[in-house]
């Protein structure tokens, strides 16, 4: 997968050297490439902001050198010359499509990917309806907060979406039991020593009944969700729950219903 991200700060990259996604990016399953929006720039002060049409507070990113860096990174992508799929542009932004496990999961399957860091009050919109010419562009949202730029969504995203390319996580297992990938959270974890500080490991775990040990992590993963996620136990797809997945929930106090979880009173 090759991956262009243009940016004011480049350097708040450089934590994609680090760790699996470095090593994905050595090992050739990741070309990750990092861009200055201001190399992209005519004058002489390499500006990239200006004031906003209609007043009000901050600055805007302007058209032009948005406009040179992602023709200049679209056509380097381009490397066919095929014209074959259109890269998928993602634009960071508080007033994005939140970014879910989901999404990761279609992003991972692209061939190229390219992220414009807005900084200021944002990217000129006119960019976003140029680049619909040759990209499939999406605005993308971390969840609710606003951040002061895109770029540390970015690292969220990469590292979210690189870890689904085939061969980047050494055990694929590993991608299989984890939270969201089945829609529940994680089941807690524990390693030795047995007890420590007079805390114990639930004995479950250590008594070798791999059936009842799966039993118990299902019925933890429930729990926790209805505890912690309520939001995502509620849109769960009933026709995954087990029988014992159902007896479970009645005992949280939940109704499991023709099509829904749903909290009983
Ligand atoms: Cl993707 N960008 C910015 N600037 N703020 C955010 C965000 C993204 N997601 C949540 N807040």
């Not at 049409?53 to 490397?79: D, F, H, R, T």
């Not at 791999?210 to 209805?226: D, F, N, S, V, Y």
């Not at 309520?230 to 099509?259: H, I, N, R």
Request: with cysteine.
């Amino acid at each position: 997968m090759r991956i262009d991200v243009v940016s004011i700060f480049p350097e708040y990259l450089a934590a994609l050297d680090l760790s699996l996604i470095g090593k994905a990016r050595q090992d050739g399953l990741l070309d990750l490439n990092v861009h200055d929006l201001r190399d992209f720039t005519t004058d002489r002060h390499r500006t990239v902001d200006d004031t906003p049409y209609g007043g009000g507070a901050g600055m805007v990113m302007k058209a032009e050198p948005w406009a040179q860096a992602l023709a200049s990174v679209a056509e380097a992508g381009n490397s066919g010359g095929d014209g074959g799929t259109r890269p998928v542009l993602i634009v960071p932004s508080p007033a994005g499509a939140v970014f879910t496990q989901t999404m990761a999961y279609e992003l991972a399957e692209e061939k190229h990917l390219v992220f414009a860091c807005g900084r200021y009050e944002g990217i000129d919109e006119r960019v976003l309806e140029w680049s619909g010419e040759r990209f499939d562009v999406r605005p993308v949202s971390l969840g609710d907060y606003v951040l002061n730029g895109g770029e540390v969504a970015v690292l969220a995203m990469v590292e979210a979406i690189g870890r689904l390319v085939p061969g980047v996580v050494g055990n694929p297992e590993s991608l299989v039991e984890e939270s969201h990938s089945d829609g529940l959270l994680e089941y807690p974890v524990y390693t030795k020593p047995s007890s420590w500080r007079d805390r114990n490991v639930p004995d479950i775990l250590l008594s070798g009944n791999h059936g009842k040990i799966a039993q118990w992590r299902r019925e933890q993963q429930l729990q926790r969700t209805a505890v912690r996620r309520p939001d995502l136990l509620e849109k769960f797809d009933v026709s995954q729950l087990t029988k014992a997945d159902k007896a479970a929930l009645a005992a949280m106090g939940y109704d499991v219903m023709k099509d829904r979880i749903q909290l009983r009173g």
